[in-house]
């Protein structure tokens, strides 16, 4: 079975400094058809204005991943990391028994577009902890690169769930296979340009949630940008 999740259909928070497209239910945006799709939580599509962001918060038992698309994000939090992330780099924090930290854009004079996923973990209570990587676009190029895991895999970064991230950049009508192992579902966020999910056509910011099928199978792509996630069902 495969569901489609339109771009237009996200929630919306427009505040100024701040413009997110929320997938699933999130702050004061409330679906109670889109609260998740198995331990997948949250993912955001932020925008966030020259020298704005969020202010320093808490989190627990939360897998958190950034991945950004554009500009340069800066982080901070009480483990003692601080770094300003780019295009290609993932970060993951994982929030555990509780952190502390703060996002701001690194800018002085231009935007910062990124995504913002939570995964929920397998165990709470654990030991936080904080990885970033980065992956260049000839590692995503024609292929799944593998960015986060729960082994940590193939140098992704290491969730505290069994689930598996891939980035894939596809051009010219390349197609990709798939294959969903018994028990897997799948969902597919397709961050730019236009491809065809298992018969199902996405543009910029749609989603495809999958059950019940043996493969994902992604085709006809126009300078394609997506993620897909591999999770227990």
């Known amino acids: 079975m495969i569901e489609l999740r339109k771009s237009e259909d996200r929630g919306l928070a427009n505040l100024g400094w701040l413009h997110s497209h929320h997938t699933f239910s999130f702050g004061h945006y409330y679906d109670p058809r889109h609260t998740g799709f ?4 949250v993912i955001n599509e932020d925008r966030v204005q020259a020298g704005k962001g969020f202010g320093t918060h808490g989190h627990r ?3 958190i991943i950034s991945y950004v ?5 800066a982080h901070k939090d009480n483990m003692g990391n601080g770094s300003v992330l780019r295009y290609g780099d993932v970060q993951r924090m994982s929030a555990g028994t509780g952190v502390m930290h703060s996002e701001f854009n690194n800018s002085p004079d231009k935007q910062v577009h990124f995504l913002q996923i939570w995964i929920e973990p ?3 209570g654990i030991k936080p902890g ?5 992956f260049d676009v000839a590692s995503k190029e024609g292929q799944l690169r593998l960015i986060a895991s729960q082994d940590g895999s193939e140098g992704s970064v290491t969730i505290h769930q069994d689930a598996r991230l891939y980035a894939s950049i596809l051009q010219n009508d390349a197609s990709i296979v798939h294959p969903l192992a018994p028990g897997r579902t799948a969902y597919v966020h397709l961050i730019r340009g236009q ?3 298992n018969g199902q056509r996405l543009v910029t910011g749609d989603a495809l949630k999958i059950t019940g099928e043996n493969n994902v199978t992604v085709d006809q792509a126009e300078a394609a940008a997506f993620l897909l996630f591999d999770l227990p069902y």
């Open 130 to 134: 904080y990885e970033e990587k980065h």
């Open 69 to 73: 698309l554009d500009g340069e994000l």
């Open 122 to 124: 397998s165990a709470k």
């Open 195 to 197: 491809m065809t999910v």
């Open 61 to 63: 038992d939360m897998e």
């Open 38 to 41: 198995g331990p997948l939580l």
